[in-house]
């Protein structure tokens, strides 16, 4: 079966930085579109960071400029350095892996568990 498992999150200062990953099984990873996710309370869960198959990527405007988002193929492994960290960057962070290119708006495919970011002095 799929599994995306997630790991890197934690509490950290506003202005800290973290590195999440996700580590993927039971997919083709090089074929996959990656993403990062994020769900705050009360929320929708919304795009924070993609990267195709192809490694092209985009950006929330809200994070752009603060993470970056990268795949290494030979680990199965996407990541997400996040620099800059604000407050409002406190949220539950998803993997997202899918073998389509969708609208960001709309995402399906296979989904992690999660790991907490909390942001704040």
């Known amino acids: 079966q799929v599994q995306l498992v997630e790991s890197g999150g934690g509490l950290v200062q506003p202005g800290g930085s973290l590195r999440l990953s996700c580590a993927a099984s039971?997919?083709?990873?090089?074929?996959?579109?990656m993403g990062w996710y994020r769900q705050a309370p009360g929320n929708e869960r919304e795009l924070v960071a993609r990267i195709t198959s192809g490694g092209s990527t985009n950006y929330a405007d809200s994070v752009k400029g603060r993470f970056t988002i990268s795949r290494d193929n030979a680990k199965n492994t996407v990541y997400l350095q996040m620099n800059s960290l604000k407050p409002e960057d406190t949220a539950v962070y998803y993997c997202n892996a899918d073998l389509t290119y969708r609208d960001p708006a709309s995402p399906r495919g296979y989904w992690g568990q999660g790991t907490q970011v909390t942001v704040s002095s």
């Open positions: 039971g997919i083709i990873f090089r074929l996959c579109h």
